[in-house]
């Protein structure tokens, strides 16, 4: 019988991916126990996000939110658990995750596709509450260039909730991601309301050998 595979196994994979087909591949692999390996290495990163920036939402019936690389809906999920009475809507670029978020009845819309630094999101223009992305600020992920595109889907004071991982792998994409956020509050399209480091995953990683870190950010649209 084939060992099975750890979850630290299956983060790797999908991480260390060089090609975005690669790393679909590697994401449809993944799929059917992405919950079950998440859980497994105490991934936490979905609850210390809400819990960095969920003073800020607005949480009504009539609020809207996008989660982007939405994956199995699990920072949906967890919005849920918090409290959060609005809609919500998903971007997730691998079929087969998206699937597994579609049959939790999460979601009021959802598209596969693939967010991008050259074209803007498949919605209108200042069409949502809050946008959020969690654990998808990485290479071959979120390309740090889709910001200016996430605030055009924004409302005005619309809220921009994400993390990115503090690990050296991730250090040169997070020097570049601070770049872009620093260009978007210097032109006052957005500003800073809260910054904070968290854990992404509580067990020892197999990268680092200690508990992987994310900083939390939380921006306003201007």
């Not at 609020?63 to 919005?79: K, N, R």
């Not at 009845?105 to 693939?114: D, F, H």
């Not at 600020?137 to 260039?145: C, K, V």
Request: aromatic share 10%; glycine share 6%.
């Amino acid at each position: 019988m084939a060992e099975e595979q750890s979850g630290w196994s299956y983060i790797s994979d999908v991480v260390h991916q060089d090609t975005p087909d690669n790393r679909d591949k590697a994401y449809s692999k993944m799929a059917p126990v992405y919950d079950l390996k998440m859980s497994d290495v105490g991934s936490v990163g979905n609850q210390n996000l809400i819990k960095v920036g969920y003073e800020f939402v607005n949480n009504s019936e009539s609020s809207l939110m996008l989660d982007i690389a939405a994956g199995t809906g699990w920072t949906a999920e967890h919005f849920r658990e918090a409290g959060y009475v609005g809609q919500m809507d998903a971007i997730e670029m691998n079929a087969a995750m998206l699937d597994i978020a579609i049959a939790k009845g999460l979601y009021r819309k959802t598209q596969c596709q693939e967010v991008s630094d050259q074209s803007p999101l498949p919605v209108a223009d200042e069409t949502y509450d809050i946008v959020t992305a969690t654990g998808a600020f990485l290479d071959n992920h979120l390309p740090q260039g889709c910001i200016p595109y996430i605030l055009k889907a924004l409302k005005l004071g619309g809220l921009f909730l994400f993390n990115c991982r503090k690990t050296e792998y991730n250090e040169v994409y997070h020097n570049e991601l601070m770049r872009m956020l620093e260009k978007m509050t210097s032109e006052k399209r957005m500003i800073l309301v809260k910054k904070e480091e968290t854990d992404l995953f509580q067990m020892n990683c197999n990268e680092p050998g200690k508990p992987t870190k994310a900083i939390v950010y939380v921006f306003r649209k201007l």
